[in-house]
């Protein structure tokens, strides 16, 4: 069977995508999947090795094959739509707003001779149920990273500054890591959009928490990002993309959650652990630093 996947969104969303695609590919099904380009890319080189066979492609979302279908249906005057379609799953658009009919009904056009299936977010009925459909939970895993002894990887960043645990405590973090004996290597990394975010007060505290550890600073490009991550002992982050990446790389993964649901949106992998409040909270501002050392230290990630 022939499958396309679209799917539009941040790295984290995209990434928790990969246990379908995975299993799709062990049904032996071939996957196109219609992303950002860079994502796009490292998800069928890394699902690709996972599987060993080359049964992931990728289109960049942009390309002249479907900005068009924004523009609804064309009444016939489209290119021809190249190879059978069997399948296309859209977590891109569903029929609730004018948007996502047009280009729900352009998609139909394109590819008249397709199953149509909408899926929404993590926790949704929709995607319950595709994920039952293709036997994800069974399927769609990935093995456990051998772990090698890289530094800890500390991703300071999240998307929304209210998912951010504050910058103190991660130097607080670092700071017990580097006091073992022997010391811990450290490793901290921030995205492009904290970059931009960070306040005056917020650059100087990052500055001077890079300092304290190798190869830190801020990561621009998303393979780095991949290296980065690969090579880590473990990855200590906040519910963003980074910790999503590591926990579908099969990297030892400790997850901070606050405002968010672990419920919903804790990373899929082999070696999860979440940090979270009984309660939802408004900021990162509950979690001390003990109770993350300690989950370091009790889960042996940490020498």
Do not use: Y
């Not at 995508?17 to 890394?46: F, Q, Y």
């Amino acid at each position: 069977m022939n499958v396309v996947v679209v799917h539009a969104g941040a790295l984290g969303d995209g990434v928790l995508i990969w246990p379908l695609l995975r299993a799709l590919g062990r049904l032996e099904h071939t996957v196109k999947l219609v992303t950002n380009d860079s994502a796009g890319r490292m998800a069928a080189i890394e699902l690709n090795n996972q599987l060993g066979s080359p049964l992931v492609s990728h289109v960049p979302l942009d390309s002249p094959r479907w900005t068009p279908l924004w523009q609804g249906p064309s009444g016939g005057d489209r290119a021809d739509a190249g190879p059978t379609v069997d399948l296309l799953v859209s977590f891109l658009a569903d029929d609730s707003t004018e948007g996502g009919r047009r280009w729900l009904a352009a998609a139909r056009e394109e590819f008249p001779d397709a199953e149509v299936v909408l899926a929404g977010a993590p926790g949704s009925v929709t995607r319950g149920a595709l994920w039952k459909r293709f036997r994800v939970h069974e399927l769609g895993g990935v093995a456990a990273a051998p772990g090698p002894h890289g530094p800890v990887v500390l991703s300071v960043g999240a998307g929304g500054r209210h998912k951010r645990w504050p910058l103190e405590r991660w130097s607080q973090l670092a700071d017990r890591l580097l006091g073992l004996t022997p010391p811990q290597r450290v490793q901290i990394i921030a995205g492009p959009v904290e970059d931009e975010q960070f306040s005056k007060k917020e650059r100087a505290a990052f500055n001077e928490l890079i300092r304290k550890g190798q190869w830190s600073g801020t990561i621009n490009r998303l393979g780095d990002l991949t290296n980065a991550v690969r090579k880590a002992a473990c990855v200590v982050s906040a519910d963003s993309g980074p910790a999503h990446l590591s926990a579908q790389l099969g990297v030892r993964t400790l997850a901070l959650f606050g405002p968010t649901d672990p419920s919903v949106w804790s990373p899929v992998g082999p070696t999860v652990r979440t940090l979270a409040p009984a309660a939802m909270t408004k900021d990162m501002a509950w979690l001390e630093v003990d109770a993350v050392f300690g989950v370091l230290v009790s889960q042996q990630w940490v020498r």
